[in-house]
T-cell receptor, first 113, second 116 residues
Framework: GNSVTQMEGPVTLSEEAFLTINCTYTATGYPSLFWYVQYPGEGLQLLLK?????DKGSNKGFEATYRKETTSFHLEKGSVQVSDSAVYFC????????????FGKGTTLSVSS | EADIYQTPRYLVIGTGKKITLECSQTMGHDKMYWYQQDPGMELHLIHYSYGVNSTEKGDLSSESTVSRIRTEHFPLTLESARPSHTSQYLC???????????????FGPGTRLTVL
């Protein structure tokens, strides 16, 4: 079956610290991978994506590389800001027509100044 | 401006009431989804639709029902609300498979439902 496993939170960092949120997946075939972010009181927003092995998705200083050999898609940012405080979801969709997203359980990030 | 809308944003109701959560999108997307998000933040797919007159149940069993009479509209109905239905409900949409190899989903702001 298909599944996503994220590191459990909360993750608490000081401003300008380095961030890593681990994500591994299990999937049949060749999934596309996503990171979504949810700010307090809002819906989910797509942060970045990668559709094939070795692709690197990047946005707003965040990066994640699709690693097929380790079935991972870890999220990283070199210097976090207070405004990055949110819940981060790793997700996949198998490359089959009509398949919905499968989400990890989410990781809460709290950044203090 | 293309977007996805949900109303109401917040709803507090008594047990036994019938409610409908509205979701509309202006992006012309074929696919639409409803997710339930529990207090621990985990998301569960409860309904989805691949087009007009197409609806399917998701991974999480739900007492709610949905309809898809128009492409842009995907309402969710609870015939008799109970405290166990208290949750955040997120609507999403994505393009059909013929328009891309992956299903990037766009989410509405959510409806936070509290049933007393």
């Amino acid at each position: 079956g298909n599944s996503v496993t994220q590191m459990e939170g909360p993750v608490t960092l000081s401003e300008e610290a380095f961030l890593t949120i681990n994500c591994t997946y299990t999937a049949t075939g060749y999934p596309s991978l996503f990171w979504y972010v949810q700010y307090p009181g809002e819906g989910l927003q797509l942060l970045l994506k990668a559709t094939k092995a070795d692709d690197k998705g990047s946005n707003k200083g965040f990066e994640a590389t699709y690693r097929k050999e380790t079935t991972s898609f870890h999220l990283e940012k070199g210097s976090v800001q207070v405004s990055d405080s949110a819940v981060y979801f790793c997700a996949l969709t198998p490359n089959q027509a009509g398949t919905a997203l499968i989400f990890g359980k989410g990781t809460t990030l709290s950044v203090s100044s | 401006e293309a977007d996805i809308y949900q109303t109401p944003r917040y709803l507090v109701i008594g047990t036994g009431k019938k409610i409908t959560l509205e979701c509309s999108q202006t992006m012309g997307h074929d696919k639409m989804y409803w997710y339930q998000q529990d207090p621990g933040m985990e998301l569960h797919l409860i309904h989805y639709s691949y087009g007009v007159n197409s609806t399917e149940k998701g991974d999480l069993s739900s007492e709610s029902t949905v309809s898809r009479i128009r492409t842009e509209h995907f309402p969710l109905t609870l015939e008799s609300a109970r405290p166990s239905h208290t949750s955040q409900y997120l609507c999403a949409s994505s393009k059909g498979p013929h328009r891309g190899p992956y299903n990037e989903q766009f989410f509405g702001p959510g409806t936070r439902l509290t049933v007393l």
